[in-house]
């Protein structure tokens, strides 16, 4: 049965540490990163896009942001998506 089983979309949702945050600018304003959301492609490869609140406050418009390449944030991709997968293979089903 599972190999019939189509799922369509993983993703997971990581808090970027303080210290790795960045900020970068969207339409003439400026957001602090804070989050990750990392999907699994169907190749097997990881996707990720970093997501944010205004600098200035307020909740803001949900915009996507690339995620610079350094060495040390790719490593928490991949610790967040190793670590993702050992939770999803330990869950206890439907609470």
Do not use: C
């Amino acid at each position: 049965m599972t190999d019939d089983l189509e799922v369509s979309a993983l993703a997971i949702n990581v808090t970027i540490p303080q210290a790795l945050r960045w900020t970068d600018t969207r339409r003439g304003e400026a957001f602090t990163l804070t989050t990750l959301n990392i999907r699994l492609l169907p190749d097997g490869h990881l996707a990720v896009k970093a997501y944010g609140r205004p600098v200035a406050g307020g909740r803001g418009a949900y915009v996507s942001f690339p995620v610079p390449d350094r060495p040390e944030l790719a490593a928490l991709v991949t610790d967040a998506a190793g670590r993702a997968g050992e939770l999803w293979a330990a869950h206890r089903g439907l609470g």
